[in-house]
């Protein structure tokens, strides 16, 4: 079987490719804007017809797309969020119409939940910001494609390699740029939301088996922990694992404007284990000793520790 994996050298992505590369029976190309990719593309502006050619040369029997934006300007997320998804399905229809698009979206497509609740797939969407609003642009995309697509609507990934760009990564490089002395001062924004965490290792799995299951999938599936967690524990359990020995200090209303719109997240996944035989096997708690190890042995950076748009 070949899979083209597109994002190969994002966060999610290589996990995605070191995990399918790890089947015997299976090719793996990588897709991206770097020249060293198999496949040289940026899908925010990338040409179809172009594209095609190179998916026919490719011939992938599955295509995962891991490329996407979670920050930038909205004209930015727009083009990778909502464009680059609709260039491939162009793409895929003209040149490999029976390959299988595995389309990673995102539970912000959801929007505010309600508290003690978990979202399924069915539910109304009403994304808060632009990301959110980018990201379901991209899934109706894929979903009324006519290919076989399935869109795979992650929670908040977290696990080794996570970016800066994300809270937690964010906060790891923090504590790892701080050391473990009594005077350091954290200083994060508002930690008061609840958010549904996946371990980015589980997310892989969960593509995996999307992109190699025989016969159709449901449209949308969420891949998620299934458990609203407050940020506010992950922080602590971050500082707990870093040995921190200094002060943590939360501004009230300090947060990105969604997190102060989405003050809870948390995702049904039952539809995954129904259609994939897919759970979550990795606990917050590991997710965030994978993370901490990895960013340990990592240079040190400057971040502000806001929650991510």
Partial sequence: ?????????????SHVTTRLRARPDTVVLGGGRSPAADLTVDLATADPARLAEDLAAAAPDA???????TGGSPVTLAEV????PAVLCSALRMARPAARLVHLGSAAEYGPGETGSRVTESAPTCPAAPYGATKLAGTVGVTTSGLDAVVLRVGNPVGPGAPASGLPGRVARMLRQAG???????????LSAYRDFVDVRDVAAAAELAATAAGPLPRVLNVSGG???????????LVEVAGFRG?????????SARSGQVSWQCSDV???????GWRPDRSL??????LWEDAAAAPAHDGAGELPS
């Fill in 63 to 69: 295509v995962v797309n891991c490329a996407g934006a």
């Fill in 247 to 255: 002060e943590v200090r939360e501004r009230a209303n300090g947060g």
């Fill in 81 to 84: 969020n909502a464009r680059g």
């Fill in 270 to 276: 039952s539809a995954a284990r129904e259609a994939l």
């Fill in 285 to 290: 708690a590991e997710s965030l000793a994978a």
């Fill in 227 to 237: 458990h609203a967690v407050p940020v506010r524990h992950l922080v602590g359990t």
């Fill in 1 to 13: 079987m070949r899979i083209l994996v597109l994002g190969h050298a994002g966060y999610i992505g």
């Fill in 180 to 190: 473990t002395g009594p005077d350091p001062v954290l200083r994060l924004g508002d």
